[in-house]
């Protein structure tokens, strides 16, 4: 089910919002550093119409406002302070992928009022130097797509299915990559996300620290794992020795391995042990 997509006040930026209509509770989702919206299409039409599910563009991605500065945790959560409101769906059950659960760890912490369960989606722990280069080294080809322009969007798609942490490539993965892209007049395309807007973010994300406001989050916290590296045993997000520090901090989280996931496809694939694990903790 395709969602309907609005455009919502953010903190002097315009925000593309995608909304699954449904009942029950609001789920408000943020996806990772040079995602977008799209990300939450296969887990979305699995709470729904039980749930209401909203998926934003971080500014910078996708099809929000995208200012040549501004790309910080603080200034995203200031977005969403925005866009909840706007939306008047407060409060909300937040779930973030990546950078989206480093964003939800200090938004739950400045905004308790907002958030009634943080669901932690492969991210929020604090990575040592060497951990965060190797991270970055495997997310590389996702981020080398940006800045450039591509023949066509065969030309362009080809290359992201060689992508072995995207394997086994799904139908509706090709709708996720058309959104990013803007369809030039010649029949070139070319990824919406400038390259500053990753560049500014990655620099502030080795400034910022979200472990700071670990102790600070008074709602319940679910922290969904991948036990799997993208292209290699041990570049995860949430490596054994980084989880233990980050459960120490948090109080009542609790930790779910998703077996046979990694970083992308935890978010990305059809998995049915996570959706029962989702409904579970959003239900409860």
């Known amino acids: 089910m395709a969602p309907e997509f609005i455009k919502v006040k953010g903190d002097g930026v315009k925000i593309q919002v995608a909304v699954w209509k449904g009942n029950g509770k609001n789920i408000f989702c943020v996806h990772g550093i040079s995602s977008n919206c799209r990300v939450w299409d296969?887990?979305?039409?699995?709470?729904?119409?039980?749930?209401?599910?909203?998926?934003?563009?971080?500014?910078?991605?996708g099809q929000s406002d995208?200012?040549?500065?501004?790309?910080?945790?603080?200034?995203?959560?200031?977005?969403?302070?925005?866009?909840?409101?706007?939306?008047n769906i407060k409060p909300v059950i937040f779930m973030g992928h990546s950078l989206g659960a480093y964003i939800g760890i200090v938004f739950g912490a400045l905004y308790p009022e907002y958030v009634e369960k943080l669901i932690l989606f492969d991210g929020g722990a604090k990575l040592s130097p060497l951990q965060t280069m190797k991270v970055f080294e495997s997310i590389k080809l996702s981020l080398d797509r940006l800045g450039k322009v591509y023949s066509s969007f065969e030309e362009y798609i080809s290359i992201m299915k060689k992508a072995p942490f995207l394997q086994p490539w799904q139908d509706y993965f090709d709708e996720y990559y058309k959104y990013e892209v803007e369809f030039l007049e010649d029949g070139k395309v070319k990824p919406r996300t400038?390259?500053?807007?990753?560049?500014?973010?990655?620099?502030?994300?080795?400034?910022?620290?979200?472990?700071?406001?670990?102790?600070?989050?008074?709602?319940?916290?679910?922290?969904?794992?991948?036990?799997?590296?993208?292209?290699?045993?041990?570049?995860?997000?949430?490596?054994?020795?980084?989880?233990?520090?980050?459960?120490?901090?948090?109080?009542?989280?609790?930790?779910?391995?998703?077996e046979g996931t990694n970083h992308y496809s935890?978010?990305?694939?059809?998995?049915?042990?996570?959706?029962?694990?989702?409904?579970?903790?959003?239900?409860?």
Do not use: Q, W
């Open 266 to 284: 935890i978010a990305f694939h059809p998995n049915s042990e996570r959706d029962k694990i989702l409904k579970k903790i959003i239900n409860e």
């Open 194 to 258: 400038p390259p500053y807007v990753i560049e500014e973010e990655s620099k502030n994300l080795k400034k910022e620290s979200a472990d700071e406001y670990y102790e600070k989050i008074r709602c319940p916290v679910y922290i969904l794992r991948a036990t799997e590296g993208m292209l290699s045993d041990d570049d995860l997000l949430l490596p054994e020795k980084a989880l233990k520090k980050m459960l120490k901090k948090i109080p009542n989280a609790k930790v779910f391995n998703i």
């Open 42 to 61: 296969n887990i979305a039409k699995n709470l729904i119409p039980e749930h209401t599910v909203y998926a934003m563009d971080l500014r910078g991605r």
């Open 66 to 87: 995208k200012p040549e500065k501004g790309y910080s945790l603080k200034i995203h959560c200031k977005d969403i302070k925005n866009v909840i409101d706007n939306l």
